[in-house]
């Protein structure tokens, strides 16, 4: 006689000893003097609850801005945050994200967007991105996300290649290598 050397899985041990309780149980229930009950009969119409219906805000895109006018309010220039300033909050809080590089990014981000919907606004921004690479006492890595952000800016419109260049020919070297360092691993 052949005999297995596995050991059978969990499983199906679980499910042998479930079963054989089950017939166990139903041998006790039909024992001799008793009785099976009678089948009971099932309502012709099973009530079914149906789960509440939720109303859920529908997200509409915001409109398009218009141009401004040309008397309107202009925004705070670009400041990127400095050196001295970064190194004083990641001391306080080495562990997490420095808020200064969070406001810094999403002000760029914001930025961006809205030199898209302004008339000539990508001229505008684009000279304040060349003070942010420019800027001497600035955090290294977002004078290169200025950078970066100037190139991309340069491939989407070839009137500002040009100014683009000379923006990356006016950069610091060691802007210019940190960029040219992040974009290679990519």
Do not use: N
Request: positive net charge; glycine residues 8%.
């Amino acid at each position: 006689m052949w005999v297995s050397t596995k050991r059978p899985r969990a499983g199906s041990v679980l499910l042998l000893w479930g079963l054989g309780l089950s017939v166990g149980l139903l041998g006790l229930w039909l024992a001799p003097g008793r009785e099976a009950p009678a089948p009971q009969a099932l309502p012709e119409k099973i009530p079914v609850s149906t789960p509440p219906q939720v109303a859920r805000p529908v997200r509409r895109p915001a409109p398009p801005r218009r141009p401004e006018a040309p008397g309107a309010a202009e925004p705070a220039p670009l400041q990127v945050p400095r050196l001295d300033d970064y190194r004083a909050e990641v001391a306080r809080s080495p562990h997490g994200a420095a808020p200064l590089v969070s406001a810094f990014a999403r002000d760029l981000a914001r930025r961006r967007q809205e030199s898209v919907t302004r008339l000539g606004g990508d001229r505008a921004f684009l000279s304040e991105l060349d003070e942010c690479v420019r800027e001497e006492t600035g955090v290294p890595s977002l004078r290169a996300l200025c950078l970066s952000v100037a190139r991309d800016l340069g491939r989407g419109d070839a009137d500002l290649q040009d100014r683009v260049g000379q923006i990356e020919a006016q950069a610091p070297a060691s802007v210019r290598g940190l960029l040219d360092l992040v974009e290679a691993s990519r």
